[in-house]
């Protein structure tokens, strides 16, 4: 099984199945002398954990990260830097049935008919779990760009939807992710309540970035955006990425559109503006609904742990752009 690599120059390798010993991740191109704080790591692994929040799965994982190497005394080597998370709340004999029954949506019968195996148990490595080696390496990624913030939220939930600016009010969206916090108690039963009827929903996640420099990404192939679309996309469930005013553009006229930079949310050409980028992903509802959802640990709606893949998905590739364009050095590195 290929393409279980990401990145040029900043990249990463994850591996891991759901239900198997343990999950992890080999990030190479971290700089050396970087500060290492294995607590702000174990924070963001915590923000995606599962079992954490009423109304999404209830497997519980610690979800304890373990560093092999590329860390000496509180900073990065510069060599590759491997982390493992051990699996320990596996509930396998919830997927019997899922040996020859397949959910559409889910990779059952794809990766059975491709490659004649899969470890059918949790999703095997297509689970939602493999995740969390990208969030380890977001964290490193985010090392690689002190001056960049990136900050992801849910635009849109069943019936709950929320804007930038009710994000730029919220101080702290945790743990559903949703600006408008004192929706909290309501999105908690909503999420309970589709978990016990076996249903589900999708939604929208949007991010936010500021602090990016001129000059990311390249004219042909390697456009930032068809990074970002490639990086987003390969999140189990998400299903569509646009930037700007995306989808939207359908419906108007080039004087509108062009009435504002804003409108392309901060890249042009491929390449970055030094504006704020805007992106939008939707994901699609879970996979795994009705009897199998009931009796089963699942996420009623995958967004609320979605965010913080988002975002470092989104922290990766820019760090991997920001490599690119030093390395190249063609064109103005604009810092
Ligand atoms: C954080 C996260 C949690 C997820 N939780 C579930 C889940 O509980 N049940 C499920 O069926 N799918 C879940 N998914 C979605 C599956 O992983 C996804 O549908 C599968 O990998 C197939 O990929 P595709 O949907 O992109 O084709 C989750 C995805 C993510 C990112
Ligand atoms: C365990 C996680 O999420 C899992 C993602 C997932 C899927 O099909 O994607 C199915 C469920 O797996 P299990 O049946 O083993 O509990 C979720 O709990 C996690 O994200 O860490």
Do not use: W
């Not at 470890?119 to 985010?142: K, P």
Request: glycine share 12%; charged share 30%; proline share 4%.
């Amino acid at each position: 099984m290929r393409g279980n690599k990401f990145g040029k120059l900043f990249s990463f390798v994850t591996f891991g199945e759901s239900h198997g010993e343990a999950l992890g991740v080999v990030v190479d191109g971290v700089s050396a002398g970087l500060d290492f704080d294995l607590e702000d790591l174990q924070r963001e692994l915590d923000r995606r954990a599962p079992g954490r929040v009423a109304g999404t799965t209830n497997r519980k994982e610690a979800d304890r990260a373990e560093v092999l190497s590329g860390v000496f005394e509180g900073k990065t080597l510069g060599t590759p830097i491997a982390v493992i998370v051990r699996n320990t709340n596996q509930r396998s004999g919830d997927y019997d049935k899922l040996k020859t029954e397949y959910r559409p949506g889910h990779a059952d019968e794809t990766t059975q008919s491709k490659y004649g195996i899969r470890d059918h148990r949790g999703g095997g490595r297509s689970s939602g779990r493999e995740t969390l080696s990208r969030v380890i390496a977001g964290y490193f990624a985010g090392l690689m760009i002190p001056k960049i913030n990136i900050s992801a939220y849910i635009s849109k939930m069943g019936p709950f939807e929320a804007s930038l600016d009710d994000l730029k009010n919220a101080k702290n969206i945790a743990p559903y992710n949703f600006p408008l916090t004192e929706k909290n108690e309501e999105i908690k039963k909503y999420l309970l309540k589709l978990k016990a009827e076996g249903e589900s929903v999708g939604g929208r996640i949007s991010i936010h970035v500021t602090g990016v420099p001129k000059g990311l990404g390249e004219p042909a192939f390697d456009k930032l955006k068809a990074d970002f679309a490639k990086g987003l996309l390969s999140i189990g469930a998400c299903v569509s990425f646009s930037f700007g005013l995306g989808e939207e553009m359908a419906n108007l006229k080039g004087s509108e559109v062009s009435s504002k930079r804003e409108n392309f949310g901060g890249i042009e050409g491929g390449i970055s503006n030094g504006e704020d980028i805007f992106l939008t992903t939707t994901f699609k509802p879970t996979s795994t609904i009705g009897e199998k959802a009931k009796e089963g640990r699942h996420d009623p709606c995958i967004l609320p742990r979605a965010v913080p893949v988002v975002e470092a998905m989104v922290k990766c590739i820019l760090a991997d752009h920001l490599l690119r364009q030093r390395a190249y050095g063609d064109g103005v590195i604009d810092e």
